[in-house]
């Protein structure tokens, strides 16, 4: 993907940016993405048009390798796209408490996770 960052004095730096998913050694599960960011060089964007329409976003439907595990984790992946809405949106007053739950959900999976942990020893 590529898009242009405001930097704080007003100049325009255009970037691009990938990412692949990563997946663990233990049982294959998915942990998260490995990404990059990387300044593009002057001129290299003189081709780009924006083009689209302005619309609410809506989740894609899961791949089936990083479907939730359980609900905790669908509960923390909605609650992460909320979060990403609410600061784009003007619902920032809502930051707090959402934080609050995504760090209530973090510690619920932290939990479960050490329990499946002796379970499987």
């Known amino acids: 993907m590529r898009y242009r960052l405001l930097k704080t004095d007003g100049a325009l730096r255009w970037v691009g940016t990938g990412g692949v998913p990563s997946f663990g050694i233990e049982g294959n599960r998915f942990i998260g993405y490995l990404g990059s960011i990387t300044e593009l060089a002057e001129g290299a ?18 791949h089936p390798a990083t479907m939730p595990s359980c609900t905790l984790d669908l509960i923390a992946d909605h609650l ?6 609410i600061e784009g949106d003007g619902g920032k007053e ?26 499987v020893n």
């Open 45 to 62: 964007t003189d081709t780009i048009t924006a083009y689209g329409n302005v619309e609410r976003f809506v989740p894609p439907v899961p």
């Open 80 to 85: 992460i796209l909320a979060h990403s809405l």
């Open 94 to 119: 809502a930051l707090p408490d959402l934080r609050r739950a995504l760090f209530k959900i973090g510690q619920a999976l932290a939990a479960r996770t050490k329990q499946q942990v002796r379970t």
